[in-house]
């Protein structure tokens, strides 16, 4: 089974603070994403990665950075944390390429900035 | 991507066999049908897609109507852990984008 894996469940952090999001998936798979969800907003596509080293922006990048050093590892930092950037964050990947499609989701991180 | 149009809720008795429909009647032909679903608080899990054939796996089945336009997704034997918004999506076969559009999806009640 494929294995998408959020380091933290739920944070609370104060505005300002830089906060690092951890992602790890098990299945060599070749692109990453990072999403946020929220009431009525459906999700939401913040960054994505199709390789090493390699990001891409999606629709909400303002606010955030990526870094993936490694093919199973994609971080997302928040630099200066603001009250705005409550939500729930949502790591998930896929192998690309035409039948590699599926894309699968972590558990998700809940954070909260106070 | 198309766009889809699902019930808002559903209920479904414990043990039974809970029938989600889909409409995604402007699907183009290299679309693929994706069904994904939501318990609360965790993130969505992926549980089948399909082309034109319909499919099974150890979760549930999806049949696809011949022309396309609309799916239903089955799940035979309904648990109270089933309980969860359950999404359709259409989505290119060889979108690489990540950009995947989740309606409101249904929300399923499975009651005992």
């Known amino acids: 089974d494929v294995k998408v894996t959020q380091s933290s469940r739920y944070l609370v952090k104060r505005t300002g603070e830089k906060v690092f999001l951890e992602c790890v998936q098990d299945?060599?798979?070749?692109?990453m994403f990072w999403y946020r969800q929220d009431p009525g907003l459906g999700l939401r596509l913040i960054y994505f990665?199709?390789?090493?080293?390699?990001?891409e922006k999606g629709d909400i990048p303002e606010g955030y950075s990526v870094s993936r050093e490694k093919k199973e590892r994609f971080s997302l930092i928040l630099e200066s944390a603001s009250t705005n950037q409550t939500s729930m964050y949502l790591c998930?990947?896929?192998?690309?390429?035409?039948?590699?499609?599926?894309?699968?989701f972590g558990e998700g991180s809940w954070l909260t900035v106070v | 991507d198309a766009k889809t149009t699902q019930p808002t809720s559903m209920d479904c008795a414990e043990g039974r066999a809970a029938n989600l429909p889909c409409n995604h009647s402007?699907?183009?032909?290299?679309?693929?049908v994706y069904w994904y679903r939501q318990i609360h608080s965790q993130g969505p899990q992926y549980i089948i897609h399909?082309?034109?054939n319909n499919e099974t796996n150890e979760m549930a089945s999806l049949i696809i109507t011949e022309d396309r336009k609309s799916s239903t997704l089955i799940l035979p034997h309904a648990t109270l852990r089933d309980t969860a918004v359950y999404y359709c999506?259409?989505?290119?076969?060889?979108?690489?984008?990540?950009?995947?559009?989740f309606g409101q999806g249904t929300t399923l009640q499975v009651k005992p």
């Open positions: 990665s199709y390789d090493v080293k390699m990001k």
């Open positions: 998930a990947s896929n192998l690309g390429g035409l039948f590699g499609n599926t894309i699968y």
């Open positions: 402007t699907i183009s032909g290299n679309e693929y």
């Open positions: 299945m060599d798979h070749e692109n």
């Open positions: 399909g082309l034109k």
């Open positions: 999506i259409v989505r290119s076969g060889s979108s690489n984008t990540g950009k995947l559009i």
